[in-house]
């Protein structure tokens, strides 16, 4: 039987569980058991497709087209899971599942309630997260934070699971905050305690604390929170914030917390002690030996949220190249107020990342122009490539009213354009080209070089591409369109001659990158940054 772990948060928001369930997985990995991990939504919202960066941060994309919470970007950066649509679920998911079956008369007349119909649904799910990875060890993370009235029915589902499965074959993992005084110099244990209180209500109690905290835990506190919370004093795990997110699963390993859950599932597993993780991740992100700015000029920058996978594909290739990468993050509304010169005069490299809507474009634009004329390495993922095409339709090809028909529908050079089948759309959630696509790559190209092959595959989030209407005067102009989607003709890739590195791709490479395989395309791209360090 595969065992499973809930995680759930106490406290406060944004404590990490994400990370935890991650470091988790990596750390049970190392001991040779398959690993999944799923996430529990509580929100009502179907996908976070729709839903605005600013509210909900990045949307992660899996290989099969589900548009996801930005935390399965962990789950699959830290283990050798593959995501898919069934690893991420939400409330609307559920109810609209349930409230469809009694529509079409599943349930014969019985009255739909949250219990048993809302929790069975809940519990199917993660039962068949289980039967599709075919994982030893299934791990779920319960969104929001204990207390909220929206993730009830999943904290009840969790409750009941080891009613069903068996007590050695669930165990609870609660994250909480254990806050530093400042003014008293005091550790608090309170709020935990209140926390682990509610979760107790409800029928659950944890088998594992991991404490966040920017102190140390004293041997006093440990026993004060393992004797008030139930849960034994070897099991209290201290999660002191790290300068490195890479840092955790060696965190929780010097702390045993793989033999604590194995012990758990009375499970035998082979010896690890995770050396080539430190060695090959941890050690050179907190020493590298040299450093590189590189720009991120984005419509979202507010929000570190927002672009997740790019920072940590930037962090993985600095990694990769013994440098520490700099990130400057700039506003693409900011070229309205200052010159690109003034701007990005002390960048060695530009990134333009993916976005939707009018606002912020021409920035983007200004940026890329600026890349191009003073040969800075840029690097152009999604409207960055469909930005990067307008650029040079305007400027080298002379197409000065050159746009995509996303921003002005009318326009006179419609360089990046809707397909047919994008036209006759209506709802918005889960239309637009999503998931994986394979890509030819051109020989004697920027993109057969760093990728060193001919075929590979990439995933998608976007919904205009570019019009092949003007392939020939762009490659009369000096434009190579180094990866095709063969099957419906689609240009992927595009990258200018005689530059350090200019590469613009209408995919997003960042959602396959890890700490330990850093993606081509940004390890290429931070290594000609780093040529031309400023």
């Known amino acids: 039987m595969p065992k499973y772990i809930f995680v759930t948060g106490g406290v406060i928001s944004s404590l990490g569980k994400g990370i935890t369930c991650a470091s988790i997985g990596r750390i049970l990995e190392s001991r040779g058991l398959k690993v999944t991990l799923m996430k529990l939504d509580p929100y009502i919202n179907v996908d976070p497709g729709t839903m605005n960066p600013y509210q909900h941060g990045e949307v992660y994309v899996t290989g099969d087209g589900a548009e996801t919470d930005l935390d399965l970007g962990h789950y699959e950066r830290f283990t050798s899971a593959k995501t898919t649509k069934f690893n991420n679920v939400t409330t609307g998911q559920i109810y609209n599942a349930v409230i469809s079956r009694e529509r079409h008369g599943d349930y014969l007349g019985k009255t739909i309630q949250v219990i048993p119909h809302i929790t069975d649904e809940i519990k199917q799910r993660v039962k068949k997260v289980a039967e599709i990875s075919g994982a030893d060890v299934i791990i779920v993370e319960i969104g929001g934070t204990v207390g909220d009235i929206e993730g009830l029915p999943f904290l009840e589902a969790a409750r009941q699971f080891r009613l069903d499965a068996g007590h050695n074959n669930v165990l609870y993992v609660h994250v909480t905050l254990i806050p530093f005084i400042k003014v008293a110099g005091e550790i608090k244990t309170k709020p935990t305690q209140h926390s682990v209180g509610t979760l107790r209500e409800i029928g659950i109690q944890p088998d594992v604390l991991i404490c966040r905290t920017e102190k140390p835990l004293i041997e006093d506190v440990k026993e004060k929170i393992s004797l008030f919370c139930n849960v034994r004093k070897e099991a209290v795990i201290e999660a002191i914030d790290a300068d490195s997110i890479y840092q955790i699963p060696l965190v929780f390993k010097n702390q045993i917390l793989d033999e604590i859950i194995l012990s758990h599932f009375n499970l035998i597993c082979k010896f690890s002690d995770l050396k080539d993780w430190g060695k090959n991740v941890v050690e050179p992100a907190l020493k590298p030996s040299r ?244």
Do not use: W
Not at 299 to 306: G, R, V
Not at 319 to 328: F, G, H, L, T
Not at 452 to 465: C, F, M, T
């Open 291 to 534: 450093k590189v700015s590189i720009a991120i000029v984005g419509k979202y920058i507010a929000l570190q949220d927002a672009y997740k996978s790019i920072y940590e594909a930037l962090i993985h290739a600095g990694i990769s190249n013994d440098a520490k990468v700099e990130v400057e993050k700039i506003d693409s509304e900011d070229f309205g107020k200052k010159s690109a010169e003034k701007l990005l005069r002390n960048t060695s490299g530009i990134l333009v990342p993916g976005g939707f809507g009018l606002r912020g474009v021409e920035g983007k634009i200004r940026a890329i122009k600026f890349a191009r004329e003073n040969k800075i390495p840029f690097l152009g993922l999604c409207l960055g490539m469909q930005c990067a095409v307008i650029e040079f339709a305007r400027n080298v090809c002379a197409l000065k009213e050159a746009n995509s028909t996303e921003f002005r529908p009318k326009t006179s050079y419609p360089v990046i354009s809707l397909l047919e089948e994008q036209k006759k759309i209506k709802n918005l959630g889960g239309t637009m080209r999503l998931g994986s696509y394979p890509c030819k790559i051109k020989k004697n190209t920027l993109a057969y070089r760093v990728y060193a092959k001919k075929l590979i595959g990439e995933r998608h989030r976007h919904r205009y591409e570019f019009n092949n209407k003007y392939k020939k005067l762009f490659e009369k102009k000096g434009m190579v369109f180094s990866g095709i989607y063969q099957k419906k003709n689609l240009i992927e890739m595009v990258e200018l001659k005689n530059h350090p590195y200019f590469i613009a791709v209408q995919f997003h490479p960042e959602f396959q990158s890890k700490p330990d395989k850093p993606h081509p395309l940004f390890r290429e791209f931070v290594s000609a940054a780093l040529k031309i360090k400023k």
